[in-house]
């Protein structure tokens, strides 16, 4: 004999309250939706408005310059490939979001990461949202961004920032924690102030954590803006999707090789950036 | 010796408790309860009991003890970078327990720079840009705060390095950097815990000597600490002995050497090269008699004759030493009719301070054996020493309880060989 059990309504619970949260902020939403959307738009724009070999070059010497000739050809053989293949358009699409959303994400992550390390209060509130951010499927975040923001790219940021935020904030808190306690009673010691603290040697001793959180802040926006092309953000991942569903594996793969090749430079790009300011 | 300084900084009662129920800990502890048992009754550690000591003004004061015994505990609350449980700590009439947090900055910055065990220089700093934290914290302006951290340097023997980095230095020039830091800070007090401990033992060497240099020229108030018995020896002026968080014995070098508080303090002592530290006044004995240089041979005769004494001190109306009448010279010049001892005296004797260092007086026996006279700065005769003394003394200082070598007595007695 079974036993009815009431079903917890938690999927209405969630419905009503995200509907509640876009007619009582829908003014606050439209607004951020359109300092996003224009945002997107300009950048686009910028990028796209440069020649393919100018950006090309800007990238290569970049390369050169923060790492070795080695990324460097190798930046210039991956992006003539895309270029080759005519997948610059949407490369640049893809680039715009995961450089807006990375920014988005980390502008409010660094703030947060601080207090969490600061506050052992706070540090043991955060860390279960952090791992449930993390752990919740990646497309879930989908769904509530689009009653608030619509379909589309506004959408996909949202979505983005929410799911590549958590690294940001873990790695400034660890590297703050890292710090060690001597050198904080030395600064106590002299009589510094919590600010001057932070600023003359919690900061800086931490830089090189905060930017390996960064860099894999980077790594997942682009794998978030790829499995945004489901709520119509445009970029490779829509090539990718627009290629299932007229089944050519071929479109495909190469929408495929054009994410990896730019993940490869992303993650190369920002390590070099770690690195140099190590030394 | 007797110290009128002014007092710098009191410490009254103070005690520490490491965890969160202080209060309990302590009250066990007025019930006659020891450490232990309260860490077994309360899971709480008593870090430091009832400790009373004055810090004088310019001296500095080595706080010893074995390892785990409260003094890097102690030195921190000096400064609170550890919360004291109860007590006073009063500097310039402030009580730094009760300061507020801006006060306490305050306080931290016109007072306190720390030299720590393994430096806790900034990585990320130079060596310039290290030195000059204490100022910048403070508001100095840049380049007032880059000449006065110029000069630290200086001071340290560190010009020419401004710009590198401390992983580029070896550990005694890290140090230096420390000490730099810290003097340039110009606070009244100077703390450093294990300051010279993580140093190669010549290199230590050297950092002493110099310590000891700056200080004479600058006289700062400093607290050492240290678990080194030879170091607190050679640059304390008083020590202050630790010992499971309570003090053991407050007092100078000598002191502790010559008059050990207790068996632990004995313990303790053993093994040491105490004639490094004992002086000529240990070992002085009072004159038995002297006489004066308007005297005749016959009462000088007389008065080596009742004392037994092969020779006799002379001096004037106010002590003054005037020199030195052999017996066999006293009667030589009584036969010859002479009306005076100063007529047959001789200075073949040798004459020390009360702070001479008493194994500089051996080879000082080798010439002949009178005694030696121990004078003040006015050449008044305090005292002499006589060879038997010397070796006596020595021989006390180095004779030992006969208790079983335990392994902390092995680690903090190194002997003292020159
Ligand atoms: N934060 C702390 N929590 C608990 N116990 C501590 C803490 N700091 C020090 N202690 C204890 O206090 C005692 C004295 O330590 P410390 O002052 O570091 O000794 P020392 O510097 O003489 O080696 C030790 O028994 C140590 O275990
Ligand atoms: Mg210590």
């Known amino acids: 004999m079974a036993i009815e059990l009431p079903r917890v309504p938690l999927g209405q619970w969630i419905e009503g309250g995200l509907n509640w949260l876009t007619s009582e902020y829908s003014l606050i939403t439209r607004g951020i939706s359109r300092v996003t959307q224009t945002g997107i738009t300009g950048l686009n724009e910028a990028l796209m408005w440069l020649p393919e070999w100018a950006l090309l070059a800007i990238i290569a010497g970049l390369c050169w310059k923060l790492a070795n000739l080695r990324l460097a050809i190798g930046a210039v053989a991956g992006l003539l490939l895309i270029w080759n293949m005519g997948l610059w358009e949407p490369m640049i699409e893809t680039l715009t979001l995961v450089v807006i959303a990375t920014l988005v994400a980390v502008v409010m992550a660094i703030p947060v990461g601080i207090a969490a390390a600061l506050s052992e209060r706070l540090y043991r509130g955060i860390m279960p949202i952090l791992d449930f951010m993390q752990t919740m499927p990646a497309f879930v975040y989908l769904i509530p961004a689009i009653p608030f923001f619509g379909i589309g790219s506004v959408s996909a940021i949202f979505a983005t920032v929410i799911f590549s935020m958590p690294p940001a904030i873990r790695f400034t808190t660890l590297g703050i924690r890292q710090v060690p306690v001597e050198l904080i009673e030395a600064a106590d010691a002299y009589g510094a102030t919590r600010r001057q603290k932070l600023i003359k040697v919690q900061l800086p001793l931490s830089l090189p954590t905060v930017m390996a959180g960064i860099n894999q802040t980077i790594m997942l926006a682009l794998s978030m803006v790829v499995i945004a092309a489901m709520i119509g953000a445009d970029g490779l991942g829509s090539e990718v999707w627009r290629a299932i569903q007229r089944l050519r594996p071929g479109d495909g793969f190469e929408a495929g090789i054009a994410v990896v090749i730019l993940a490869m430079l992303l993650d190369r790009l920002t390590q070099s950036l770690r690195k140099s300011r190590k030394a | ?418």
């Not at chain 2, 500097?91 to 065990?117: T, W, Y």
């Not at chain 2, 230590?204 to 600490?225: A, C, H, P, S, Y």
């Open chain 2, 1 to 418: 010796m007797s110290d009128n300084r002014n007092v710098k900084i009191r410490v009254r009662n103070l005690s520490k408790v490491f965890g969160n129920q202080p209060k309990k800990a302590l009250e066990l502890r007025d019930q006659g309860l020891g450490r232990s048992e309260i860490l077994d009754k309360t899971g709480q550690t008593l870090g430091l009991s009832h400790i009373d000591f004055d810090v004088h003004e310019g001296e500095l004061l080595v706080i010893m003890g074995l390892s785990g015994s409260g003094k890097s505990t102690l030195i921190r609350c000096l400064n609170r970078l550890i919360e004291p449980s109860e007590g006073e700590i009063v500097i310039d009439g402030e009580n730094i327990p009760e300061l507020g947090e801006k006060a306490l900055l305050e306080c931290r910055r016109r007072h306190f720079s720390m030299v720590f065990q393994n430096f806790a220089l900034f990585p990320h700093r130079t060596v310039q840009q290290n030195t000059e934290f204490g100022l910048e914290v403070r508001g100095i302006d840049k380049e007032e705060r880059q000449r006065v951290a110029r000069e630290a340097l200086k001071q340290v023997g560190l010009d020419g390095w401004e710009d590198a980095y401390p992983n580029q230095l070896s550990g005694g020039m890290q140090q230096r950097v420390g000490l730099a830091r810290a003097l340039a800070n110009d606070a009244s007090v100077l703390l450093m815990d294990e300051a010279f401990s993580a140093l190669d033992p010549l290199i230590r060497g050297d950092m002493q000597q110099e310590l000891l240099q700056l200080q004479n020229q600058m006289q700062k108030t400093t607290v050492f600490i240290t678990h080194d018995l030879d170091e607190a020896l050679t640059i304390g002026d008083r020590i202050v002995l630790l010992k499971d968080g309570e003090i053991v014995q407050i007092g100078t070098p000598e002191e502790i050497l010559t008059k050990p508080a207790d068996d632990y303090v004995r313990r303790f002592i053993e093994g040491v090269d105490k004639s490094r530290i004992l002086t000529a006044e240990s070992a002085m004995r009072k004159v038995r008699a002297t006489v004066r240089d308007s005297d005749g041979p016959r009462t000088a005769l007389r008065k080596m004759r009742d004392h037994s004494l092969d020779s006799i001190y002379i001096t004037d109306r106010d002590r003054h030493l005037v020199g030195l009448i052999e017996a066999e010279a006293a009667s030589q010049a009584l036969e010859q009719g002479k009306e005076k001892v100063t007529q047959a005296m001789t200075q073949e004797f040798r004459s020390v301070g009360p702070n001479e260092p008493l194994h500089n007086l051996f080879a000082m026996f080798h010439d002949n054996s009178f005694p030696i006279a121990v004078v003040d700065d006015d050449r008044r005769l305090l005292g002499v020493v006589v060879k038997g003394a010397v070796l006596d003394e020595l021989a006390q200082a180095a004779e030992t309880p006969e208790l079983a070598k335990s392994p902390e007595s092995v680690e903090t007695a190194p002997a003292g060989d020159e």
